[in-house]
Structure formats: C-alpha cells, structure tokens
C-alpha cells in the first residue's frame, strides 16, 4: 500500500525514540561494555614498518608468558583464495579482507595486524605482545597514489595485473583497475563550447573518526558454536565474513548487535570479530578485544585521497557541452577504492551532453580504505563543484542559475547509465533561490559559496518482524544495526499503520539467529528498505486482525475495516457491532488462530536518488589563514521526512563532517610512512566551537517506490560541503584552494602566492 | 604488584575498590565498580566521552588515575538522573533529539551539568566553547547546543515556547 497522499497520525511528527532513555543514562550497552566470566583480553600485534617482508615470527617467549592463555599468528587462519564478497558496503575481496585482518607474508602498512594474544589481563597481553620476535625485510615503500602509479613504484602486490586495460597487462602494477564511463563525443562537445575551463584538484584520505573504535566479545565453545558480540554496521555481515575467514559454518556462529556508536561507513568491515574467535578456541575461554584511537587511524579504513583533473566546456549562455575527469582514488594496501562511485557522481546533478570519465584504482602503503557516507562522491564533487565555480564566474552567471540550467531532470539520461527518474534536485535548487540565506546579501568582509551533491541510496535485502503481545502492545525488530534513530522510524510507520501511537510500539534489532538477513546499515537504506518490509509486516498484521474481527463477529473480511487501532465492520451493512481493538483481539488470538505475528523478507529496490545544495559563508583571516563558517545552510530532497529530527540531524551532521574534511582532516605521513597524527589531537575533527548552527531544509519530493515516499538521507549531506567552502573562499579571498584540506598554512601560503 | 585500596563516594555512595596503581580512574569505573557509562574514545584526554565530575570539576576520567580517587566525590553519567527522574539535561537531550549512535552522550550531558552548575545563563559562545572537549562526531552539534541552552532555561526556572 503507499500511504503518500494519507493524512499521517504519527509519520512526519518527532517522537522521543525508543531507546533514547537508554543512551541519556550510560545504560545503553556497546560492544566494549560486555563483559563475561572468564574473560580474556585479545591484544593485536602490529607493524611498524610501512612495508616489509615477514621473514619469521616466533611466539614462544609470548606464549610462555604467565596470564598468555594464547597467541595467533596467519598460520591458524585457512589461507583462503581469492573471491568476490558481496556483504559489506563496496568492493570487497574475501582473500584480501583476511590479510587485511592478519598479515601472511607481507606487511603493507604501519598498523598492519600480525599476531595477536590473550591474556588475563590488559598489561599482560601487552607485555606479550613485546614478547613476540618478528623478523622483517623492510621494502620500499609508496605513500601517495601518483607516486604510486609511477613506473619504478615500489609494488605492494606480485599478482596485480591492472584489470579494465586492453591489452591484459604482462607486468605487476599498483593499478588495481581502470574504469571508463562514456556519454556522447566529448571532443566534439569541446569544439563547439564557447569557454573551457580546467582545473587540478587533491584531496587527502580522511578518517570516519566516529567516536567508538571498534570492539567486541567472542566466545568458541568445544562444540564448535561461537558467540559474538559486536559494534558492527551489520551483524550479518559479522557472521558472514567470520565464517568465511575462519572455515566455519555460519549456522554455527551468532551474532549479537551490540549498541554501535558511530560507523558512518567504517563499520561495514571486520577486523577483530574473526581474531577474537580464534584465540577463544585457543584458550578454552571468552575474548574480549577492543582497539585504541591509535589503531583506529592506522589499522581501520579512512576514505581516499585523490587526484583529480576535470574540464568543462559550455556555450556562453551557460549551457554545458562537454565534460571530462580523470580520477584517481587511492585504495590503501588492498584494491577497492570508491572509484566506480566517484566516476559516476561527479557530474549526476547535470544533463550533459558529452562525458567522458576515467577512474584508476591504486593501491598503495596506508590502511585499506573503508566506505564513508557516500563512498567516493565527496571527493569528486569537489573538484566538479570547484570547478562549476570557476565556469560561473567565467561566464559571469550566477553560481545558482549555472545550476539551474544545467540540472538533471526526470528523464535525464546519466553518463553511467541510468535514466534519473523521480528526483528533486530542481525542487532544491528552487528551495537554495528563495531561502533566506540565499536572498540576504553577503556580509562585508565575507564570502559566500554554494554547491551541490549527489547520491544513489540503496535499497536491497531486509527483513523485519512485527508482534502484537498478548496485551496488545507491540514489537517490531528488524535485522538493521540503529546507527542514528532507525529505531524510531522504523517504529513509527509500524505504528502508522497499525493506527496506533509511536510509543506504543517497541523496535529492536535482532541478533543473527532471531530474525531472517538483513543487509549493513549502510548506503542510506535502512529506514527505506527494512522501512519498507516492517511497512508490509505491519500490513500483514492489520489483514490478520481484520480476519480475526470478522470471525468474531462471524461477517465477511471484506466487511470489517481497520481504523485508528481498532477494526469496524464497514458500514451499515456490516451489522452493528462495538468495535475491537488491539488489546481486544490479541487476548483472543488462542481461539482465532494462534500468535499475532508477521515477517516480511524483500529485496527492496526502487530507493529514490537524493541530492542537496549547501550554501556556507565564510571569513578568512589573512594573518593567520583560519576560515570561519559564518553561516551554514543545508537544502536536502528526503523524500518524506519520517522523524524531521533524525533528518535534520543527519545533515547536520554530514555537513559538519564535511566541514572537518575541507578545513583540517588528513593523514600526515613521515618520509619512513608511518603516520604522525594518529590521535585526537593533531588529527583535528570539527568541536562544538568550530561550527554554527547549520541549518537543515528539508524538501519533500515523495519517492513513489517507498510506502511512505521516504529516501536515503544519511550521505548526500557529506558531498557538498568541501566544495561549498572552497567557493565561499573564493569569494572571500580570490583565492582557488584546490587541495584539501583549506587548513590555515595552506590559505597562508595562498595569500603569500597571491600578493 | 600489589593493589591500592581507594575508597570513595561514587555517585552519591559510598565505594570501595582495589586497583593498579597504573590504572585510569575510567578503567577502574568500567572495569573494576562496573559502571560502564563512561566511555572509551581515545583514552588521551581529547574526546571527553568519559568526563566524570570530581569534587566539582569537570576531568577526563581516562587522564585520572585510579588512586587519585581516594576520598573525592565522582559524579558519572549513571548518577545524573534521580531515580526515575531524569535531569533537565538528559531531558532536553532527548526532546532536541541530540543524540545519534550516542556513544558521546553520557560524556557530553556530564559536560553539560557542570557546565550548568557553574554558569547557569551561558551564552551559546560560552557553551559551544565549554563543550569544545567533547568531541560528538554525528549531530554537528547543532541539536546538543539547542539542548544545552534549554535546559539551562528550564533549571533557571524559564519556560521556553
Ligand atoms: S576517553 Fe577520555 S577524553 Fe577520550
Ligand atoms: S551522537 Fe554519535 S558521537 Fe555524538
């Protein structure tokens, strides 16, 4: 059913979310609160070299050790092949996600794990962790990805062949692949436009930062079934790649989501669960295993950094003709870099023409990159976005009618492919033109910069359960981790449709073996697809009490309706009749056929692209080169908002992040590679006194696909913010920044260049 | 080596515990008194996910030892709310929908009461800048600034629309 053009009781209003009590008392349990009798503590050995050859590892003075219950090292992980992993969120290879978790031969990284211990206590396991005597060869190493694509680069792998070139390469390369997107005739396009611009742009890779690192609690019992509780953006994806990293059968291992605080696409991969199972078969006993911030930087996956070069061709009035980019994306020691997303989001808000993009994949000597919030569209947007600025300012049009003559429309065909269909960007653009912000003039002294930002959303597989309890209360659970309040949407359509108050519905999310697959929280698709089955579990229990009423009442089905909670008979002709509601109907559900209860498995598709315009304000101050946001304002299409706090909150804190990204965040090497701001410290996420308010604006173009109209929200507020400031600069200063991150060294150096 | 006894009011009781002398006050508060509230972000004094109070002041319980404890008075997240009744912080907390993962509430809304306890009227320069130690990776901050000031009214005794 789609409930778009319904008058809403509860979707669309601003509930306090069902496990918010939990979270403002310190009672909410995250995987590093669970403790068990017996616990161990699993420690992880990491290298300090760059790159290097594991000669040998010897454990028995670790092992030997008192309080060392065991010691693991590859040698007590299957060596898997190499296979194509579908689990997580991107590109994933089976064979390189186990190296990733425990190096074999090679190190390709500072952080790299080697070996790991369990020990009764924290400082013992350390102790044993200085115990261990690896011998290594140190390699040459390569940091940065055009360093990396260079002829005589140092080669993280013997058996990469660049993938996507014809002919099939004959010589190893830290080109892991090339992809290609072709629209029109993109040199023909530049003939006929009137102004050309071109621009070089770098990001640097950022990390996800979220505030929890990683942790979780395994339990191997003599009879071969694991227990795992973790901090993960899907437990499924736990169990799978537990299973596939150990031999195991995935009936054999359950998962338990344990409250996971921050992921933001960091989490859709394993690197403890797998470690911590093997030392509990190990030592007989319970492993705890959590890492320090410090691992977090080196070990876990920021996102890429990149080079870029894009141009863009027009006709005088505005309208674009050609566009060209040539991206690469660096993977960090294993393929698998967003760049088949970067090549296709750059230039998705545009009807164009004539495309031509180009991605290359590279890997080289840094941790392997994870996904995060809209994996590879930040970056690329960038330097489109920048450069959109530049083309604007050539042409002399207004940064916002430049866009409104180039937006892509329903029926716009994308240079990757698809039709878009069913998109908002010009109900945005439109929101951009008569908002405030917009409209008020730029302060003195100030300067004003615009962009915007696109992302696909996912849908894919979901499951979810509704339960009506005897009382007639209800539970609704669902397969989807609650990285940012899906607990109250997903509670909230159940309640719209069972005519009922958010409050009286509880969500949960359920452990591996309670409830059927559920894809990661990721890719913007929770309140979308697990939205869309818990819709149709709801449905499924709304035609069962109806059936239920209509036996009791002893009339046809079609005869009784259901309205506010309660089932009517439909009409005078029904029969006069008191009406029954829920708590009514679940005390008799015995004698009417058993448990009020319904699940519903779907492969949702359909989820509804969204995109976004950010408009920032800014002063920069010359002396010392820092940038402040003055003013921050945020225009989102998301679909229908089901709980406006969450949205909002959501772009609010995607834009933040994004403000972290253009202003501070990156990855400072040393010339030996290992990383020197591996902390909270030097490496500088956004604090409360860094940032405005930022206003989020909320556009409404319903998906049709979505019961509710609902789209992903959770990624496109990330896209357009490094770009938005780089104008904002620009308009400011004069100044081009095209290298992030806009940190104030570097706006100095630019004033220096400038005068 | 052997264990320090410390002996201290947690949250209004009375507590007792035996502890390495290397030992955090957060780790002895999760590990040893089990209340596992307080956060580990960094463990380096730069997220503020485990502030606690002590005598008073605001401190990052990770930069603390355990035995520094002996005869100070600690207030934690669990010892916010008054039995049932939540604080006016942790309430406004939940009306603004201040929180996402949450992970950096209990430290955040423990900022928040000393802040409050200390300056009842801040201004929104004031708060964002006493708060600048309690890194919040999801919100932006926007709504928890909106919550802090609220509940600021409300204990000032301000009825805000
Ligand atoms: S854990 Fe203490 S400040 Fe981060
Ligand atoms: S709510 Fe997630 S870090 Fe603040």
Same mark, same amino acid.
């Given at each position: 059913m789609n409930y778009i053009d319904s008058s809403l009781k509860v979707v669309g209003t601003r509930p306090i979310r069902p496990d918010g009590v939990d979270k403002v008392t310190g009672r909410a349990v995250f995987a590093a609160d669970t403790r068990a009798s017996g616990m161990l503590w699993g420690k992880m050995l990491r290298s300090p070299h760059a790159h290097a050859r594991i000669v040998s590892i010897d454990t028995t003075k670790a092992e030997a050790l008192k309080g060392v219950f065991g010691v693991v090292t590859a040698a007590d992980f299957p060596d898997i092949p190499s296979e194509e992993a579908f *689990? %997580? +969120? %991107?590109p994933m290879n089976f064979r390189d996600l186990a190296l990733n978790c425990m190096a074999r031969t090679k190190v390709l990284y500072e952080g790299h794990a080697l070996a790991a211990v369990a020990a009764s206590t924290q400082a013992i396991a350390d102790e044993a962790l200085a115990l261990i005597d690896v011998k290594y060869e140190i390699l040459p190493h390569v940091i940065d990805v055009e360093a990396a694509m260079a002829p005589n680069a140092p080669i993280l792998h013997d058996d990469m062949f660049t993938s996507g070139v014809d002919p099939k390469p004959t010589k190893p390369s830290n080109i892991a692949k090339v992809v290609t997107f072709r629209k029109g005739d993109v040199e023909a396009g530049f003939k006929d436009a009137d102004v050309i611009v071109e621009g070089t742009y770098t990001t640097q890779p950022v990390h996800q930062a979220y505030i929890e690192p990683h942790a979780c609690l395994a339990t191997y019992s003599p009879d071969g079934q694991v227990q795992i509780h973790s901090s993960s953006q899907g437990h499924f994806m736990v169990r799978a790649y537990t299973a596939k990293l150990l031999g195991m059968n995935m009936s054999n291992i359950r998962v338990n989501p344990a409250e #996971? %605080? $921050? $992921?933001? $696409? %960091?989490?859709?991969? *394993?690197?403890l669960e797998p470690i911590a199972v093997a030392l509990s078969k190990k030592s007989g006993r319970t492993v705890k295993m959590q890492m320090t911030r410090e691992d977090v930087f080196k070990a876990s996956g920021p996102t890429s950094g990149a080079w870029m070069e894009v141009k863009i061709g027009a006709k005088k009035d505005g309208t674009i003709v050609a566009a060209k980019q040539v991206l690469k994306y660096q993977a960090g020691a294993f393929a698998g870099s967003p760049i088949g997303p970067g090549c296709m989001c750059g230039f998705a808000m545009y009807d164009l023409p004539n495309v031509d993009v180009v991605g290359y994949d590279v890997v080289s000597n840094r941790p392997k990159v994870a996904a995060y919030r809209a994996p590879g569209a930040p970056i690329t947007s960038f330097a489109v976005e920048s450069l959109m600025d530049e083309l604007a300012i050539k042409l002399g049009i207004d940064a916002l009618t430049l866009r409104e003559k180039n937006a892509a429309k329903n029926g716009t065909k994308t240079h990757y492919g698809p039709t878009h269909q069913n998109i908002g960007f010009t109900a945005v653009l439109a929101a951009v033109k008569s908002h405030p912000h917009w409209k008020s003039p730029v302060k003195p002294g100030q300067g004003r910069g615009l962009a915007t930002g696109f992302w696909f959303n996912i849908g894919g597989e979901s499951t979810a359960q509704v339960h009506v309890n005897e009382d007639g209360s209800v539970t609704a659970a669902t397969g989807s981790p609650d990285i940012g309040g899906s607990r109250a949407s997903i509670g909230m359509m159940v309640a719209e449709v069972l005519g009922v108050p958010a409050t009286s519905v509880r969500t949960i999310v359920a452990d591996t073996a309670s409830i059927g697959f559920t894809h990661v929280t990721g890719g913007s698709r929770v309140t979308f697809a697990t939205g869309m089955a818990a819709t149709q579990a709801a449905e499924k229990i709304v035609e069962d009490l109806k059936k239920r009423a209509a036996q009791t009442w002893d009339i046809p089905v079609e005869a009784v309706e259901w309205k506010d909670g309660k089932a009517y008979p439909a009409g005078s002709n029904a029969g006069a009749f008191e009406p029954l509601d829920l708590a009514t109907l679940a005390l008799k559900a015995a004698r009417t056929g058993g448990p009020l209860i319904a699940e519903v498995s779907i492969n949702a598709q359909g989820a509804g692209p969204g995109f976004g315009a950010h408009i920032c304000d800014v002063t920069v101050d010359k002396e010392t080169g820092h940038v402040t946001i003055e003013r921050y304002t945020a225009v989102q299409d998301v679909g229908k908002a089901i709980h406006p706090s969450y949205v909002e909150g959501q772009i609010q804190g995607g834009a933040a992040q994004g403000i972290g990204w253009a202003l501070n965040e990156e990855y400072i090497y040393n010339a030996k590679g290992q990383m020197e701001n591996a902390g909270f410290l030097d490496y500088r996420v956004p604090v409360a006194s860094d940032v405005p308010m930022i206003e989020a604006v909320l556009v409404e173009v319903p998906n049709p696909r979505h019961p509710f109209g609902a789209r992903g929200v959770g +990624? *496109?507020? #990330? *896209?357009?913010p490094m770009a938005a400031i780089a104008n904002a600069i620009r308009s400011a200063t004069g100044l081009r920044m095209p290298d992030l991150p806009m940190s104030p060294p570097k706006v100095r150096a630019a004033f220096d260049a400038q005068a | 080596m052997a264990k320090s006894y410390v002996s201290a009011t947690i949250n209004g009781e009375s507590s007792e515990f035996l502890c390495e002398t290397q030992q955090t006050l957060l780790d002895v508060l999760r590990d040893v008194v089990g209340l596992t509230g307080s956060k580990e972000? /960094? @463990?380096?004094?730069? /997220?503020? @996910?485990c502030s606690v109070i002590m005598d008073g002041r605001l401190v990052c319980s990770c930069l603390v030892l355990g035995v520094e404890a002996e005869g100070t008075s600690i207030t934690t997240i669990e010892g916010i709310a008054t039995g049932e009744k939540l604080h006016p912080v942790q309430q406004k907390f939940l009306e603004h929908a201040a929180l996402q993962c949450g992970f950096c509430t209990p430290g955040l809304i423990v900022a928040t009461k000393a802040l409050l306890d200390e300056n009842p009227n801040p201004t929104e320069t004031e708060a964002r800048y006493w708060l600048a130690g309690n890194l919040c990776r999801c919100t932006g901050y926007d709504k928890v600034i909106r919550a802090v000031m609220d509940a600021a009214a409300e204990l000032r005794g301000e009825t805000v629309g």
């Open positions: *689990v %997580g +969120e %991107g #996971i %605080g $921050g $992921g933001f $696409g %960091g989490k859709t991969l *394993v690197y +990624e *496109v507020p #990330i *896209v357009p | 972000g /960094c @463990a380096s004094g730069d /997220c503020g @996910a």
